[in-house]
């Protein structure tokens, strides 16, 4: 069973930074854009960032020049740097990867930017 398998996610300061890593597990031929998601409560999951196998990059705007995506194709693995975390940036972030040409979802992990 192909899954995705996330880690990093928690408690901070708003200022302070995480690094959330998300890593494919199970037997797969093909892995495509790979990306994050989050989801804050009472509102719509919206795209964060993602990367394409190629290396193309598409950020939102209000993460743009404070987060940073990246992936390691040789560990079926895409991060996700999240700096100058703010408090509206408080959410379940999704891992998202197309995987076998079918989009999976990783479980989620809690982000919290609060003094």
């Known amino acids: 069973q192909v899954q995705l398998v996330e880690s990093g996610g928690g408690l901070v300061q708003p200022g302070g930074s995480l690094r959330l890593s998300c890593a494919v597990s199970?037997?797969?031929?093909?892995?495509?854009?790979m990306g994050w998601y989050r989801q804050a409560p009472g509102k719509q999951r919206e795209l964060v960032a993602d990367?394409?196998?190629?290396?193309?990059?598409k950020y939102a705007a209000s993460v743009k020049g404070r987060f940073t995506i990246s992936r390691d194709n040789a560990k079926n693995t895409v991060y996700l740097q999240m700096n100058s975390l703010k408090p509206e940036d408080t959410a379940v972030y999704y891992c998202?990867?197309?995987?076998?040409?079918?989009?999976?979802w990783g479980q989620g992990t809690q982000v919290t930017a609060s003094s």
């Open positions: 199970g037997s797969f031929f093909s892995i495509g854009t």
């Open positions: 998202n990867a197309r995987l076998n040409g079918l989009s999976t």
């Open positions: 990367i394409t196998s190629l290396g193309i990059i």
